[in-house]
């Protein structure tokens, strides 16, 4: 029987030592790619410092675009510096977070509140969004200039680390020159697919200079120009001739604007909800690196959207095709003009002028007289008023007309000529204006060709007690002095009384010749 030495047995046991070892220290690797693994999920979620500030004049959209964004249907309007937030999604990596949003009132008393806003320790982390309104095309440059001014004075007194604002600045740079054109998910398969991804600084050895007018002012601010209400563009070409030439030039000239800063470009309109989607889709890509995979968009002229890095002087030229009246480099105001402003007429109604009551009695006398009825169109508030002196003067009655009342049938009716005479006749008592005697009266009222009435009257009858013409009197005699009203209503009672007497007479007569 053969013996084992102990180098032997040594050499028998060692490999179960080294496979015992090299499990220990498997698992030791596997634990630490778990941890890093975690590690990295943990750092790739969505930060939640990003921040949004939004800068504009009032009336230029910028709380109902940011109530779109946030899928609010009925945004209100705050004052000085608002604040609300946008709850971003990453569908990947099944994350969720705010972004944070700043709006300042367009007002300059509220200047001073950007420092609230914008500081040292969120300046990295912002992204700014510039809103104009497509009602005022004439307004954009005196707007932009204006908050560009006063942004880029804000930026100025902020005590940034000189690194820091440099890294920012290069930041925009490498985005510029390193831009990839995006292509739609129409073909996943397509192998010249790219998707848009933000680069680093690192890339920056191999990128491309700079196009020519890009980024001649680097704030170090992602900048986005939005420009709001485009559904009006149909109202400036109704109201105002507005040609696409006219746009074409907002366009470019506004387009070599972003250059200079290295913004972006949106027009937008919340009420026919043009590119707000895609805005909310760029600004997760911009602020979070989020992927967007929608191409610039230039063909329609009112849902127009540039991404900072795709355009270039080459390509704003192909608008210069179409402008026959007006050269690129005309100054702006000279081509979008602004409109003469309308003299607001008051909404008031123009002051209407009553006709002399006299005047307006008379006329109607008139048209009695003659058989026609007055048409509605004869009312003072729709004839031209009068030249304001009372023309209705007394007329003297001609003596041969007064006669004795004829007798007539006791079953009068009131559409029979009597009545109207009644009734032309205490018209005519109301155009006498001078005081008189109740015998006068009396015999103007009998020289009037009085023959009979509408209706039987008692002969109590007294001014207080008749309604439908002694309202009419009371009515008319408002304008007229104190002793003008006494004598009409002298006048009025005395007719009556002798009308009443009149027919109390002829029904009497009739009575008695019905006995015989």
């Known amino acids: 029987m053969e013996i084992l030495t102990q180098s032997q047995v040594h050499g028998l046991t060692t490999p179960t030592t080294a496979a015992r070892k090299k499990d220990a220290e498997a698992k030791e690797n596997l634990w630490s790619s778990i941890l890093s693994e975690v590690q990295t999920q943990s750092n790739t979620k969505l930060p939640s410092n990003k921040l949004v500030l939004v800068l504009g004049d009032n009336a230029s959209g910028k709380t109902t675009l940011i109530a779109k964004l946030q899928g609010v249907e009925d945004p209100k309007k705050g004052s000085g510096l608002e604040y609300a937030y946008i709850d971003v999604r990453d569908e990947y990596r099944d994350d969720v977070t705010r972004l944070s949003v700043w709006i300042l009132d367009g007002d300059p008393g509220h200047n001073n509140l950007l420092k609230f806003a914008l500081n040292e320790q969120n300046f990295p ?24 001014k006063i942004l880029d004075d804000h ?24 831009y990839c054109e995006t292509i739609d998910d129409l073909d996943p398969g397509s192998p010249i697919k790219r998707t848009n991804r933000l ?46 030439e006219h746009f074409d030039f907002m366009q470019q000239w506004i387009r070599r604007f972003c250059l200079m800063y290295g913004a972006s470009l949106f027009y937008t309109s919340v009420k026919e909800d043009k590119n707000c989607d895609l805005l909310y889709k760029y600004l997760t890509h911009r602020i979070y ?67 002399d009551e006299q005047a307006f009695l008379a006329r109607q006398q008139q048209l009695l007289q003659q058989g026609q009825t007055p048409t509605r169109g004869e009312s003072p ?4 008023p009068s030249n304001g002196t009372k023309s209705a003067q007394r007329t003297p009655v001609a003596a041969g007309a007064q006669g004795s009342p004829k ?9 029979t000529q009597s009545g109207e005479g009644v009734l032309a006749n205490f018209f005519n008592s ?65 007719e009556l009384d002798r009308l009443a007497r009149s027919v109390k007479k002829d029904l009497d007569y009739s009575a008695a010749q019905s006995d015989c």
């Open 381 to 384: 508030l729709r004839s031209q």
């Open 199 to 244: 680069p680093s600084v690192d890339d920056e050895l191999d990128a491309l200079p700079l196009p020519e007018g890009v980024l001649t002012t680097n704030l170090g601010l992602d900048v986005v120009v939005v420009v709001t209400k485009t559904d009006y563009m149909t109202t400036l070409e109704k109201e105002l001739d507005y040609r696409d």
């Open 289 to 355: 690196g989020l992927p967007f995979r929608t191409p610039a968009l230039v063909v329609e002229k009112d849902a127009v959207l540039i991404p900072a890095g795709w355009d270039n002087m080459k390509k704003i030229s192909i608008l210069y095709e179409n402008m026959q009246s007006c050269k690129p480099d005309d100054y702006y105001n000279d081509i979008i003009a602004q409109p003469p402003s309308r003299k607001t007429v008051s909404n008031r109604e123009s002051e209407i002028q009553t006709e």
């Open 155 to 178: 930026i100025a007194g902020l005590k940034i680390d000189p690194e820091e604002k440099q890294q920012c600045q290069a930041r925009l740079t490498t985005e510029w020159q390193n």
């Open 125 to 148: 982390h912002t992204l700014v969004i510039l809103t104009l309104s497509m009602t005022t095309p004439w307004s954009w440059v005196d707007q932009l200039q204006h908050w560009m």
């Open 407 to 415: 007798k007539v049938d006791g079953k009068l009716t009131p559409g």
């Open 430 to 494: 109301l155009l006498h204006k001078k005081s008189v005697s109740p015998g006068s009266a009396a015999a103007a009222a009998a020289a009037g060709g009085v023959t009979g009435t509408g209706s039987p009257l008692s002969a109590s009858s007294s001014p207080s007690s008749l309604s439908p013409r002694a309202n009419v009197m009371n009515g008319t005699t408002d304008a007229v002095s104190a002793s003008d009203k006494i004598s009409m209503r002298t006048d009025a009672a005395l």
